[in-house]
């Protein structure tokens, strides 16, 4: 599943336990990611990583006709995403 939405009330953490109990490396998380927050809270319950690919091909298509604008979001965006993975 992917997204820029997690289902209401749904986290994280009962998948990262469910897939410990098989053995399972911390898994990455690439549903319900599109802010730094989503990133945090994807990590904190565990998450090896979090992908955030809908949020980012949102940026591309509102700035598509400006390069050097969409490129500077991109940027803003990668960072704060990266950021959030320091916990």
Known sequence: ???TQLPSGKTHKHLVEALKTLGAPP???GF????PG???EAIGDGAGGAISGSAMVQLIEKHQHQPEIMLSHIKDFIAQM???TQV
């Open 38 to 40: 989503d990133v945090k």
């Open 32 to 35: 319900g990611i599109s802010t």
């Open 1 to 3: 599943v992917t997204g």
């Open 27 to 29: 898994p990455v998380f």
């Open 82 to 84: 990266k950021a959030a």
